[in-house]
Structure formats: C-alpha cells, structure tokens
C-alpha cells in the first residue's frame, strides 16, 4: 500500500518512456543533436589548439627573426616581420593548394 502510494506522489514527467523521447527527438529532427554538438565541440578544440599552435610560432619565429635583424623594436622592423610572414605563409597556401588539387585530380 505504502509502494503505491508513493508511486501516487511521483511526479508525472518521470513517466515518459525512450521511446516517447525518440518519438520527440524525430518530430523534431534532434535525434542528431548529440552527435552535432561532439561535432561543433571537436571543431572548437581543435581550433582553439591551431590558435595556441600559431602563437607558439610566432614566438618562435619573432626569435628567429631578431636573431637576423637585431630586435623588433622599430616599425619598420615590425613591418618587415609581418610582410615576411605574409608573403611566406601566401607561398605555402599556394604550394599546398596544388599538392592537393592535383591529387584529388588523381583521385578522380
């Protein structure tokens, strides 16, 4: 008698079965939700890790850079730097944009 009592009191939400919950999820196209949010989660980690990863070399190239031309103090130092970089990182886009179009050629 006390068991069904309590059964009585609980509250009715709880009562909802999985497959009530999958009947939900599909009505409203979440059923994918658990896995676009990992996906949106794995994306952001690993942006957050390139962003660390380019800060480090930058440092490192900042070093490198004053071990030729002194110190980064002036502007036009600093200019230099950032057209350095610039016109480095354009060739290695380029590079790398015809090593992979070329395979995906390949490929097809």
Known sequence: MEQEHQ?????????????????????????NIHTDFL???SLLVISVLGFIT????DQALKLLFQEFFLNLNSVTQKV?????????ASLLSILLGRIFLKRRKKKL
């Open 54 to 57: 380019a800060l480090a070399w």
């Open 7 to 31: 059964k009585q009191n609980e509250e009715p939400h709880l009562d909802v079965g999985i497959k009530d919950l999958e009947k939900f999820l599909e009505r409203y196209e979440l059923r």
């Open 80 to 88: 230099l730097y950032a057209v350095t970089l610039t016109v480095v």
């Open 39 to 41: 996906e949106k989660i």
